[in-house]
């Protein structure tokens, strides 16, 4: 068996179609959007179109659109963009106690510079409760900020019905839906956004590209100055062949969802099945209300960077939830949050499929996930059968 890759949550391939919709803008259209000239203008017009493709998807409007350096960069803009421009009505921010640490140091950095932000719970499925959200918002509150789909245990929020209440009461509401755009339909106005962030890496474009969707009427101020490019909003020369990518792989994402999107929930559901199997093993995430390629367990009386490494020598890419890879001996903040115990969080395994997943790597996985929890156990002190 070849390798196996089974991490399409932390990025994916760039598909052939995306990379040869970019090379003319390496070979030919290379010029800078910002000239007058010919190939600035050909280049313009290749952004704008990109833009009107990634508009078009999400149900937003041309203008609507900022194009970013990637998902971390769009949830600060969006968020400090935010606190900065409104700190004159407030400064109280709302988030989840589950969050992507792009939104979570960037509101744990707003509370250094004077703005107060209160850290929702969440039960024992990751789920936030829209009551909590509501319990929470005060008079000087400027801005919700809760995630559509969690990147580690692949639980799904109500954000729709958050929006509502943000709506209700006055308050801006963004959303980072950087692991559901290109999985789950997304419409910002049906689904009441006032913004939302998204990467292209995660659905088979570039690296170091994204987007924030900021609805018509919502101000910023900007993270970074020294040019007029997007609207004022976010100076830099564009990178016009990987913004092309960004929409190729999202129009294609979009189109391709209805075939592709039920084979990977039903590999999932098959994966998930038999890693019940295992003793001691533990569920993580909702089990309706989830990312449709995301498995994330718990193995009792297991190390997770252990498990991970063996299964790379097994030929298998995953990750855990434990940070033990990242050099920290802390567990995921996201299991923690859910009630896990450090011990049994260390022993989380997620695993992301994708669209050129198989049945066979499937087959694979379950037979070999199996046998390294069964030898690590083995070796563990704690472990009595």
């Known amino acids: 068996m ?137 008079e000087d509150t400027i801005l919700i900020t809760v995630m559509h789909g969690n990147n580690e245990m692949g639980s799904i929020m109500p954000v729709e019905e958050i929006a509502d209440i943000a709506r209700e009461k006055g308050v801006l509401f963004h959303t980072d839906a950087v692991q559901t755009v290109g999985s789950l339909p997304i419409d910002v106005k049906e689904m009441g956004m006032d913004m939302l962030s998204l990467s292209a890496h995660k659905f088979y474009g570039p690296k170091g590209v994204g987007a924030l969707y900021v609805r018509k009427g919502v101000r910023l101020d900007s993270l970074i100055h020294g040019g007029a490019q997007e609207r004022n909003r976010r100076a830099g020369t564009e990178d016009v062949p990987a913004i092309i990518g960004l929409a190729e792989a999202l129009e294609r994402a979009d189109e391709e969802r209805d075939k592709v999107i039920p084979e990977i929930t039903r590999l999932r559901d098959r994966l998930l099945k038999g890693l019940e199997t295992i003793p001691e093993t533990r569920v993580n995430g909702h089990r309706k209300k989830r990312l449709p390629n995301n498995v994330n367990v718990c193995f009792r009386y297991i190390e997770g960077e252990s498990l991970l490494l063996n299964l790379d020598m097994m030929g298998i890419a995953a990750s855990s939830g434990s940070a033990c890879t990242s050099g920290s001996l802390e567990p995921s903040h996201v299991l923690l949050a859910m009630g896990l115990s450090h011990e049994i969080a260390h022993g989380s395994l997620r695993l992301t499929l994708g669209r050129e997943t198989t049945e066979n790597e499937v087959d694979y996985v379950l037979e070999q996930v199996p046998a390294v929890v069964n030898r690590l156990r083995e070796m563990s002190p704690l472990y009595h059968q």
Do not use: C
């Open 2 to 138: 070849d390798r196996i890759y089974m991490d399409h949550a932390a990025t994916t391939p760039v598909r052939p179609e995306v990379i040869e919709a970019m090379l003319p803008a390496y070979k030919e259209t290379f010029g800078n959007a910002s000239s007058v000239y010919s190939w600035g203008r050909e280049a313009q017009k290749a952004l704008d179109d990109a833009r009107a493709k990634t508009a078009a998807v999400l149900g937003a409007e041309f203008n609507e659109i900022i194009f970013t350096g990637g998902g971390s960069e769009a949830d600060n803009l969006a968020i400090k963009g935010t606190a900065w421009k409104n700190r004159h009505k407030g400064k109280h921010i709302i988030t989840s106690a589950v969050e992507h640490h792009a939104v979570l140091d960037t509101v744990k950095w707003l509370e250094t510079q004077g703005f107060e932000a209160t850290f929702l719970s969440v039960d024992e499925d990751g789920m936030l409760d829209p009551q909590q959200v509501r319990d929470a918002i005060r």
